[in-house]
Nanobody, 119 residues
């Protein structure tokens, strides 16, 4: 059974860089035909795309993320990374890892990790 585990600092100070990691364990994912994403949800709001990276390495970013977010992946380690520069209070949210395996037609979500931006 595929499981996604997000990890991060929990608390980040304003203007600092946030780094998140999501690692897949168990099961099988067709890495050559899968899209890996970071999705976040601010309390009381809908989930929004932070970034996604396709199997060819091409990346898309949410509108408000361009220029300060970088997503990368290591298929051998079955891990996807996210870096967000210059965080502020509006970046406080639960960050989810999400994978779409287009070959198998399956979708997987992590349980999410809460990131709080505060002094």
């Amino acid at each position: 059974q595929v499981q996604l585990q997000e990890s991060g600092p929990g608390l980040v100070k304003p203007s600092q860089t946030l780094s998140l990691t999501c690692t897949v364990s168990g099961g099988s994912i067709t890495t050559s035909y899968s899209t890996w994403s970071w999705i976040r949800q601010v309390r009381g709001e809908e989930r929004e795309l932070v970034a996604r990276i396709f199997s060819n390495g091409h990346a898309d970013y949410g509108e408000s993320m361009v220029g300060r977010v970088t997503i990368s992946r290591d298929d051998m380690k079955r891990t996807v990374y996210l870096q967000m520069k210059g965080v502020n209070a509006e970046d406080t949210a639960v960050y989810f890892c999400y994978i779409e395996d287009e070959f198998r037609g399956e979708k997987f979500w992590g349980k999410g990790t809460l990131v709080t931006v505060s002094e």
